[in-house]
């Protein structure tokens, strides 16, 4: 993951600014985390050391976070006992997601001491002994559970299981029953650290034997021992539970109540609160190295970033791995082994200009070595928006030639910095057009699949740069008073739009989805709907606050949703989402994303529509030819075909929630994704051969970043585009596998909107 991902910001009263933001997910338990080969986080770092400064009052900080909270959100809810039964549940979910730690008579045994006083507790300034002793119980059935698993794994090296029973183990938990008792919880354990071992055993069988139909060595032939391995990823976890700070503990406590509200209301800590600015701005100071956790207990560094700190100052290697940090330069190290990712980056943070010393053993030699990195500004280009420019050449019904000269506008975020900095995406993304019609480009395909929303102030302006003047989206606040966003003059971009969207297009994304679809503006497609994120969040300083003489250093903030926004129909995008004109068969179309999955979702609604706007009819009118050419494309394209196949797997596997602990019978669940994918990738590699020729043909693609906009040719796009942004390391098991790029980097989904947007272009 990115280092700083669930990120606040600290605004003052006069200064804050309406963010819309997706929620920052529930912390993962550990179960996820073992299974989870690659976790990876970014140390693309921040300012951060509140050394020096008074320690937070959290008692205080409880207090005046409940009262902003109640005061502040859109539902004006009061404290109750009601409401206080459902923090400890949502406390008990978030901290225990899978159901295995709490039993059901621990839960009844909390309700019971907890249940009528929880957030009694909050405003009678006592957070930290509440945060302290429910994360205390938590991290004593953790840490017994783990040393269960140990002593489990401990017996399977002398005696390994011979896994020929006929027991399953759910796939997830989330939704059971919780154990009833610890016998009960007990055997769920038994049965997670048999499923562990199985999942590790069939994973190097299955390596093994890719790597001898491909003629080369075994990369896992000298790891240690399956039960060696999982020990080494289990002392992590137990450093994980250990370390845990007062912070955490009652970051832990305020997000339940917050999300009791609402899943995207957030308490956000002071760690957190300074990593929120950079991922609205697409912008981090730091030194710009990817990290993974080693089971060996190091942090190993998967990537560096061309042209940040670490790959000017040469010494890191990919490869290497660190096992001590020196966070000031001044001599103090930290030992990092076992310590878990979030941990190591908050110590390599800093700020601009100062150096960070790491403690570091040679991928290539085994020796160590100290590295002396400064501190500085990373290029995080991959964040910004960019553009290609696509010449489709092509024959006409009688036999002429035709040039469509189409545009690709991809938009990762809706980035801004809040503290009123020069980084505006709506500014990137006019630029961008600006170029785009010097060069003559007729259509546009804004791609905003994965972007998962931003500011709401920088998509009212991206609106008005395809529309011109009228109605963006409107907005409720509690009170019911609806305000219309408005833009002001005129559109930049005259061509024909598709909005390519996905299940994880969620907040902006939606709404810039929503204006184009309802002024007929664009073809929206890609997966069925959106995310169905239809809430506004407002970060709050919680130290503007405090009472005057406490201490206000490190207070952190509170994210809070204070409005709902509604589509200029009237239509609410909550739980809803946006659905698209032309659905494609996608990789996400059979995954459960979205709103409707996250507990305690508001409610749909709809407020009647702006009258003030009038819908082309156009697109509507051409609508049902577009996807009669498109349906008879799609079913002719081997890889949306696959999709197809692939999404109906990911249901099958949703609705049967079952992984069997027989060894032979796991294998022929896995051998079934792995026949699939091996005659798809041979039907693919001849297929990808001839689209290659065709494309040499038929195709000539320019590049237009942000970088380009000066230049006076537009460059050719190439392959290494792509991987532009780093440097990373190779993966030996990866390496076995037949990866097969895009021909010219055009992804299925992608190729069949530019097809479409070419139709639009015919059919006007």
């Excluded at 938990?173 to 007990?186: F, I, S």
């Excluded at 069939?202 to 060595?217: D, W």
């Excluded at 390519?500 to 890609?526: C, H, N, P, Q, V």
């Excluded at 990866?739 to 980097?745: F, G, I, K, Q, R």
Aim: glycine share 6%; proline share 4%; net charge negative.
């Amino acid at each position: 993951m990115w280092e700083g991902a669930c990120r606040g910001e600290s605004a003052s009263a006069g200064t804050r600014r309406r963010i819309d933001t997706n929620s920052c997910q529930y912390m993962n338990h550990f179960m996820k985390k073992i299974r989870n080969l690659r976790m990876v986080a970014l140390a693309l770092l921040v300012s951060c050391s509140s050394i020096g400064h008074a320690a937070p009052d959290y008692n205080m900080i409880g207090k005046q976070f409940s009262e902003v909270l109640q005061n502040s959100h859109f539902s004006r809810e009061r404290f109750s006992a009601a409401l206080y039964a459902k923090f400890l549940d949502c406390y008990l979910q978030s901290i225990d997601p899978q159901h295995l730690y709490f039993t059901q008579e621990d839960a009844d045994a909390l309700h019971k001491k907890y249940g009528d006083s929880f957030g009694d507790y909050l405003l009678n300034r006592e957070t930290v002994s509440l945060a302290q002793d429910l994360y205390g119980m938590y991290a004593q059935r953790a840490l017994k559970h783990i040393a269960q698993a140990e002593e489990i794994l401990h017996e399977y090296e002398k005696n390994p299981p011979a896994f020929d029973s006929d027991r399953t183990v759910p796939r997830t938990r989330r939704k059971l029953p919780r154990a009833k008792n610890e016998a009960e919880l007990d055997q769920v354990w038994r049965d997670q650290v048999e499923d562990m071992m199985l999942t590790e055993v069939c994973r190097r069988e299955n390596v093994a034997r890719l790597a001898a139909e491909k003629g080369k060595p075994d990369p896992n032939a000298n790891e240690p021992s399956p039960a060696a391995k999982i020990l080494a990823r289990l002392k992590r976890v137990r450093m994980e539970v250990q370390e845990a700070d007062q912070e955490d503990m009652v970051s832990l406590l305020l997000n339940a109540v917050a999300h009791v509200y609402d899943p995207h209301s957030d308490y956000m800590g002071a760690r957190e609160e300074k990593q929120f600015k950079d991922s609205i701005k697409a912008s981090l100071v730091g030194i710009g190295a990817q990290l993974r956790e080693d089971d060996d207990g190091s942090t190993k560094i998967e990537g560096i970033v061309k042209g940040g700190p670490a790959d000017k100052n040469g010494q890191l290697k990919l490869g290497d791995h660190v096992v001590a940090v020196d966070t000031n330069g001044d001599d103090n190290w930290t030992d990092i082994l076992f310590m878990s990712i979030d941990k190591v980056v908050n110590l390599i943070r800093g700020k601009k200009d100062v150096p960070v010393r790491l403690r570091v053993q040679s991928a290539e030699s085994g020796d160590e070595r100290i590295i002396t990195i400064v501190r500085d500004e990373v290029p995080m280009s991959e964040s910004l928006a960019s553009a290609r420019i696509v010449d489709l050449h092509e024959r006409g019904p009688q036999g002429e030639e035709r040039t469509y000269r189409l545009g690709i506008l991809t938009l990762p975020s809706f980035y801004v910095d809040i503290d009123g900095g020069d980084v505006h995406c709506a500014t990137d993304v006019r630029l961008i057009l600006l170029r785009m019609l010097r060069e003559k480009v007729q259509g546009l395909v804004i791609d905003l699949r994965s972007n998962g929303g931003g500011s709401l102030e920088e998509v009212r302006k991206m609106v008005g740069l395809f529309i011109g003047a009228g109605p963006v989206v409107q907005v409720k606040d509690a009170r019911g008073q609806v305000e219309r966003l408005t833009v002001s003059g005129k559109p930049r971009f005259p061509g024909e739009l598709v909005v390519l969207t996905s299940k994880a297009s969620a907040s902006a994304s939606e709404i810039f989805a929503a204006a184009m679809k309802d002024y007929g503006r664009a073809i929206i497609m890609g997966d069925a709907t959106t995310f169905g994120k239809g809430t506004v969040q407002v970060p709050r300083s919680l130290a503007d606050y405090m009472p005057f003489f406490s201490a206000r250093e490190g207070s952190g903030l509170i994210k809070v949703t204070v409005q709902k926004f509604y589509r200029i129909n009237g239509a609410s995008t909550q739980l809803k989402g946006v659905s698209s004109d032309i659905e494609l068969p996608t990789v996400t179309s059979g995954m459960q994303i979205g709103e409707a999955e996250m507990d305690h979702a508001m409610p749909y609604d709809a407020i009647a529509q702006a009258g003030s706007y009038v819908p082309s009819t156009h697109l509507a009118s051409i609508l049902p030819r577009l996807r009669e050419l498109s349906a008879a494309r799609v079913a002719k394209d081997g890889d949306l075909q696959n999709n197809v196949w692939y999404a109906n797997y990911r249901r099958r596997l949703i609705k049967e929630n079952s992984y069997s602990l027989n060894k032979d019978k796991r294998q022929a669940q896995i051998a079934e994704l792995r026949d699939f994918k091996k005659k798809s990738d041979i039907d693919r590699k001849k297929r990808y051969e001839a689209m290659s020729k065709d494309d040499a043909e038929k195709l000539t693609i320019y590049r237009l970043k942000l970088s380009d906009l000066d230049s006076v040719e537009l460059p050719l796009a190439s392959k290494e585009d792509k991987d532009n942004f780093m440097r990373e390391a190779k993966d030996p098991e990866e390496e076995l596998e037949d990866s097969l790029d895009y021909p010219s980097n055009l992804d299925p989904v992608l190729r069949e909107s530019l097809y479409v947007l070419r139709d639009m272009i015919d059919l006007r």
